[in-house]
């Protein structure tokens, strides 16, 4: 294992740190921003809408953009938008500035993300074992980090753009210069990795063109499927556990702000460890427990009689809900060895559908019907992630010029596989 790639592994794992810290910074003090800017309520939606929008428009937007520029490029200037972007929504004080802050972070971090797992799933394959669940420990720990930086200005009564500004001062010229030793797919393997899916998929199955685009579809859309679940039960975590603490299971005001915490401390517990558990036990094994463990956590918070019944719930939801959507992001690496660029940036925007639905979905059952109910909706669909879980496991693997390559049980070994 070169140095090169060493470099290239830290540095990507900072990335993932520093926006873990910038999204929550952000996410944890929409209240501030509200006062800031006047948002009522009945305008906020739209405003948070927006954002996983444009995240979608950029991720589709990157598909098409790796075709002609690396992913680490794309990276390289993506998260200082997204940093700058955030110090902008800090610094306005009028509606129409805010929706141009918004706007720039939401289409930026699209590219982002899609770009950072790129990144993450080719370095993967060049090391042939399971690295993957490393970097979203990392952005899980930038989260914590994040959110207690925000907590600090709320409890010194900061301004926005005061709290912003020393984060964006120490981490955007840290990303810039860390931004050097990102590694491509196609340096770390040697190998072109900037094909379209659909002429990736036609030449391994030996498929027409016309037929390939169907096949992309069913082969991306177990995966699809998940990731939506996943971040469904995510946001229904980040949106409504402290309203669920307090107004169902009568917990304090001040303890309802525990459970996002302990759910963010759980996540990079449960990624610190999941690597060697796909290592040793396989991607679809480690799957199928995060998704039971998951989804017993939904059950504990919809029958808990009190509050710390209810934390213990949340306690779960971290340590399964983590490793769904880093295996998903590899799996999808998998299917499509010669094009996962592609492949990752489709994927990613079902990080955003279920984000959008997630919370509203819950909100609407807890209106009509009541908020322990609603939460067995994102336990069923977490449990549906059991149906999809084989599509996890390694396959075998087709150059350009038809030859295979077998798999080991957890992760592929050599240059273009996962």
């Not at 990624?271 to 094994?285: I, S, Y």
């Amino acid at each position: 294992m070169t140095d090169v790639l060493r470099r290239g592994r830290a540095s990507l794992a900072f990335s993932f740190f520093a926006q873990g810290a910038t999204f929550a910074l952000l996410v944890t003090r929409i209240p501030a921003i509200q006062d800031r800017y006047g948002v009522s309520d009945a305008l906020l939606p739209a405003f948070l809408a927006a954002v996983p929008i444009l995240a979608g428009v950029g991720s589709v937007t990157t598909e098409q953009l790796v075709k002609r520029i690396r992913p680490s490029r794309l990276l390289r200037w993506s998260q200082p938008v997204v940093l700058l972007a955030l110090l902008g929504v800090g610094a306005g004080d009028r509606l129409f500035e805010l929706a141009v802050a918004l706007g720039a972070f939401g289409l930026a971090v699209g590219a982002l993300d899609a770009s950072m797992n790129m990144l993450g799933v080719s370095l993967q394959r060049t090391y042939g074992r399971s690295i993957m669940l490393g970097f979203h420990a990392t952005y899980s720990l930038g989260g914590i980090v994040g959110a207690s930086l925000a907590w600090v200005g709320a409890h010194w009564h900061l301004s926005l753009f005061v709290s912003y500004l020393p984060v964006v001062l120490v981490l955007l010229p840290a990303a810039f210069v860390g931004s050097r030793w990102y590694v491509d797919g196609g340096a770390a393997s040697g190998l072109e990795t900037d094909a379209d899916v659909d002429a990736s998929v036609d030449a391994e199955a030996g498929k027409g063109q016309g037929e390939s685009g169907a096949l992309v579809f069913r082969l991306l859309l177990p995966l699809c499927l998940v990731m939506t679940f996943a971040y469904i039960g995510d946001s229904t975590v980040s949106n409504w556990s402290a309203k669920y603490l307090q107004d169902v299971l009568g917990s304090s005001e001040q303890l309802a702000t525990v459970p996002y915490n302990v759910y963010m401390v759980m996540t990079l517990v449960g990624r610190a460890v999941g690597d060697f558990g796909v290592r040793r036990f396989g991607a679809v094994a480690v799957v199928r427990l995060g998704a039971v463990v998951a989804a017993l956590g939904f059950a504990v918070v919809a029958v808990a009689p009190g509050a710390w019944v209810g934390m213990l719930g949340f306690t779960l939801l971290g340590l399964g809900l983590c490793v769904l959507v880093p295996q998903t992001f590899a799996a999808a690496g998998r299917l499509f060895p010669g094009a996962s660029d592609a492949a990752i940036a489709r994927l990613n925007i079902f990080n955003y559908v279920g984000f959008l639905i997630g919370s509203p979905l819950v909100g609407a059952l807890g209106d009509a019907w009541n908020y322990r109910g609603a939460m067995l909706v994102p336990m069923v669909l977490v449990l549906a992630t059991l149906g999809y879980a084989r599509s996890f496991a390694p396959e075998p693997d087709r150059y350009g010029d038809g030859h295979e390559r077998p798999r080991t049980a957890d992760v592929g070994r050599g240059s273009n596989g996962l």
